[in-house]
C-alpha cells in the first residue's frame, strides 16, 4: 500500500489520515430548520430539471422530506390568488417572484485534507451555500473510507450540515490485505467495499491500476451494482483509453483523459517532447493541453465514430472543465471574486505554485501555455456538446480544492463553462441535476427520487432570487452586479437565498456568514490578511 500511496500523492491529491483531519462537527440548531410537518413554498417558477420549460406560478407542498403538491398560485402577469390552500402550515416561505430548481448534484467531489482545509465543514456549506444537495466522493477524504462513510451516513441522518454523499473509493483504499495488484484481488477488494457501504469504484489508471485489473473490478462492480468512475491519466492511457474503458463496461469518465488520446490522427500515442516527465506537473498539464491539434477534425466521420460508440456503452462524461480553467486564464482564476473573503488562507497558500502541491503547476506559466489551452477547451468543448446533442449523458462535476477553484463557487463556474460549449441554460440545469441523479442511481437500478422538482420526490430544491436561466452568475454566493438605471449606481444582486435538502432549509446567505467569519478568523490567527 505504500507504494500506491506514494504515487498517488504525487499524481494526484494527498490521503488523509484520519488523526490529522477534523471530526466532521454535528450540525447546531442555527444551521438548518426542519424538515416540518407541513413546508409551503409559494408563488414561484419552478424549473423543473429534465429538461421542461419553466412554469408557475405555483406552490411547493413539502411534508417532512418529500414533496406532496405543487399547486397552482395564479396567472403570469396578474395578482396571485389569495388564500391558497393549504393553510395553517407549520413554516410558509414567501418566495413570490423567485425561481425554484432542484437541488445540484456535484459529480466530482472531494473534501479538505489537513494542509488545506481541516475542517470538512467548510467544504459542505459552501456546497450547500450553491445549491449542491448531493456529492458523489471520487473519494472526499483520500483513503479514509472510514471517515467518507460516517460522514455519508451522518448526513443522511441529517446529522451535519452536508449534501447526500455517494461514497466513491479508490481501488484497493480501506482495507488492511495490501496492495491491489491482481484481477481476484481487485474483485475480492470490490466485494469488501461493498460490504461496508462504498457506492462505487475510482480508478486512476495508473499504479497498481493495470487495465486488467480495472477490468475485473469493473465487471464485479456492475455485478453488485456499485458505481465505476475513471481519470484516465496518461500512465496507462496508452493501453487503456477512454474508448477501451467505456467498451469494458465504466460508468463514467472524468476529466478529459482518454478522449482525445482514443481520436489521435496519424498516431497511437500523443507526441510529446523527448524532455518530457510525467511527475513533472507544468509538463504534464501544460503538455496535455498540446495534444489538440494531434486529433482527427471535430465532426469527421471518425469524431463521429467514435462518440457513437461512446454512446453504444452508455458511458457517462462527466467533463469539470472548472477545475482546469485557471490553465487558460491564470490571472483571472487567481484574483476572482471570491478569493478573497471566502479562500481559507491555508487553502490560497496550497493553490501557489510550487513542486510539492498536486494542482499548483504554474511554475512559469506563459502564454503559449494559456493559447494551447484555449485551443483544447475548444475542442474538447465540442466534444462534449457532440455527445450531448446526440444522446449521450452529461453531468456536472467540480473536483474544487485545488487550481484556485473552492467549492459551490467552482461548481456553478461548470455551469459558465457548458453554456460555453454549446449548451442551453435548460441543458445545463439537465445536466446538473437529473443526469447526475440517474447515473448515480443506475448501477442499482430504478429511478431515481431526486434530481427533478416534482411530486413524490425527495424535498432537495434551489430557491434563487434571480433567473438563473437569463444569467448563471446569478448563483455564484458572491452575487452578481447590475448597474441599477434609478439611481446609475452598481448593486449587488443574486446569490441563492434558501437550499432545501430533506425538507431542512439551509439559509444560504447565513451559511457564507459563517465561511466569511472562518476564513477571517484564520486570517487573524495569522497576524494579518493572507497575502
Same mark, same amino acid.
Given at each position: ?86 393553510? *395553517? ?82 481501488? *484497493?483504499? *480501506? ?51 456499485? *458505481? ?7 500512465? =496507462? ?68 465514430? =467514435? ?34 473573503? =471566502? ?162 432549509? =439551509? ?25
Amino acid at each position: 500500500m505504500k507504494l500506491r500511496l506514494a504515487a498517488l500523492l504525487l499524481a494526484f491529491a494527498a490521503p488523509v489520515l484520519a488523526a490529522d483531519m477534523q471530526p466532521t462537527p454535528a450540525r447546531t440548531a442555527a444551521e438548518g430548520a426542519g424538515p416540518y410537518p407541513t413546508l409551503v413554498v409559494r408563488g414561484v417558477t419552478i424549473i423543473q430539471g429534465d429538461g421542461a420549460p419553466p412554469y408557475g406560478p405555483a406552490d411547493i407542498v413539502i411534508q417532512g422530506d418529500r414533496i406532496t403538491a405543487i399547486n397552482p398560485a395564479g396567472t403570469p402577469g396578474l395578482p396571485m390568488r389569495p388564500d391558497r390552500k393549504p393553510q *395553517g402550515a407549520t413554516r410558509e416561505i414567501d418566495a413570490t417572484g423567485m425561481f425554484v430548481l432542484p437541488g445540484f448534484v456535484d459529480m466530482h467531489g472531494h473534501n479538505g485534507d489537513p494542509q488545506k482545509s481541516p475542517d470538512p465543514s467548510y467544504a459542505y456549506k459552501l456546497w450547500l451555500a450553491h445549491g449542491v444537495t448531493t456529492v458523489r466522493s471520487v473519494p472526499m477524504f483520500g483513503d479514509d473510507v472510514a471517515h467518507a462513510l460516517s460522514d455519508k451516513r451522518r448526513s443522511a441522518a441529517n446529522q451535519i450540515a452536508a449534501p447526500h454523499i455517494y461514497a466513491y473509493q479508490t481501488l *484497493g483504499s *480501506g482495507w488492511d490485505k495490501g496492495d491491489v495488484t491482481t484481477p481476484a484481488q481487485a474483485r475480492a477488494w470490490v466485494q469488501w467495499a461493498a460490504k461496508q457501504g462504498v457506492d462505487g469504484v475510482k480508478f486512476f489508471n495508473r499504479g497498481d491500476d493495470s487495465p486488467d485489473v480495472e477490468k475485473a473490478a469493473i465487471a464485479e462492480a456492475k455485478k453488485l451494482g456499485l *458505481g465505476t468512475v475513471a481519470h484516465l491519466s496518461q500512465p =496507462y492511457v496508452g493501453q487503456f483509453n477512454a474508448r477501451d474503458a467505456a467498451a469494458a463496461g465504466l460508468g463514467t469518465v472524468t476529466h478529459f483523459y482518454g478522449h482525445f488520446e482514443s481520436l489521435l490522427n496519424g498516431r497511437t500515442l500523443q507526441d510529446s517532447p523527448a524532455t518530457y516527465n510525467f511527475n513533472d506537473e507544468q509538463a504534464r498539464f501544460g503538455g496535455i493541453a498540446e495534444i489538440w491539434d494531434q486529433i482527427v477534425e471535430p465532426g469527421s466521420p471518425e469524431w463521429k465514430a =467514435y462518440l457513437e460508440a461512446q454512446k453504444a456503452t452508455g458511458v457517462t462524461f462527466d467533463p469539470t472543465m472548472t477545475i482546469y480553467s485557471a490553465s487558460r486564464d491564470l490571472m483571472r482564476a487567481r484574483n476572482a471574486d471570491w478569493q478573497a473573503e =471566502y479562500t481559507l488562507p491555508s487553502l490560497w497558500d496550497y493553490f501557489q505554485s510550487n513542486r510539492d502541491n498536486h494542482g499548483s503547476y504554474f511554475f512559469d506559466w506563459t502564454t503559449a501555455n494559456e493559447v494551447a489551452w484555449r485551443n483544447f477547451y475548444k475542442r474538447y468543448m465540442a466534444l462534449v456538446n457532440d455527445y450531448k446533442n446526440m444522446g449521450g449523458r452529461v453531468t456536472t462535476g467540480s473536483d474544487s480544492g485545488f487550481i484556485f477553484q473552492i467549492w459551490g463557487f467552482g461548481y456553478i463556474q461548470e455551469f459558465e463553462l457548458l453554456q460555453e460549449a454549446g449548451f442551453s441554460p435548460l441543458e445545463v440545469i439537465r445536466s446538473a441535476t437529473i443526469e447526475g441523479a440517474r447515473t448515480l442511481t443506475d448501477p442499482k437500478g430504478g429511478a431515481p427520487d431526486f434530481g427533478t422538482v416534482r411530486v413524490g420526490q425527495r424535498a432537495d430544491i434551489v430557491i434563487a432570487p434571480e433567473n438563473p436561466l437569463q444569467n448563471f452568475k446569478t448563483l455564484y454566493g458572491t452575487g452578481f452586479q447590475r448597474l441599477n438605471p434609478q439611481t446609475n449606481r452598481l448593486e449587488t444582486v443574486g446569490g441563492i437565498r434558501y437550499t432545501v435538502k430533506d425538507g431542512i432549509v =439551509y439559509d444560504a446567505p447565513a451559511l457564507l456568514a459563517e465561511i466569511r467569519a472562518q476564513v477571517s478568523a484564520e486570517k487573524a490567527a495569522r497576524g494579518g490578511a493572507a497575502k
